[in-house]
Nanobody, 117 residues
Framework: VQLQASGGGLVKAGESLRLSCIAPRTITSVFWGHDMGWYRQAIGKQRELVAEITSSGSTNYSESVKGRFTISRDNSKKTVTLQMNVLRPDDTAVYYC?????????WGQGTLVTVSS
């Protein structure tokens, strides 16, 4: 699955950003069968799961973003979005979208989110 992420940028603490990820070359039925997720990697740290949404629509969030971030998917548009509210400086990272099905996992290019204090 080829993924294209967008929406990163520079914001101030407390502001919001919306990340989008699209799978333009994937047919809808294939996209629907994948669990989608957003990961992030800050400088000097390992990549970590931020939020995921399964093919059935169940969601899971890291403790650090619960209540602030919302993941959603639109299978008809083959997109997954991450609405990020009340951003904090420690949310600064490169964010990656992911599509997973079984043991196969695909990654999009990263999009940089920088939150200034």
């Amino acid at each position: 699955v080829q993924l294209q992420a967008s929406g990163g940028g520079l914001v101030k603490a407390g502001e919001s950003l919306r990340l989008s990820c699209i799978a333009p070359r994937t047919i809808t039925s294939v996209f629907w069968g994948h669990d989608m997720g957003w990961y992030r990697q800050a400088i000097g740290k390992q990549r970590e799961l931020v939020a995921e949404i399964t093919s059935s629509g169940s969601t899971n969030y890291s403790e650090s973003v619960k209540g602030r971030f919302t993941i959603s998917r639109d299978n008809s548009k083959k997109t997954v979005t991450l609405q990020m509210n009340v951003l904090r400086p420690d949310d600064t990272a490169v964010y990656y979208c992911s599509a997973k099905r079984g043991l196969d996992q695909s990654w999009g290019q990263g999009t940089l989110v920088t939150v200034s204090s």
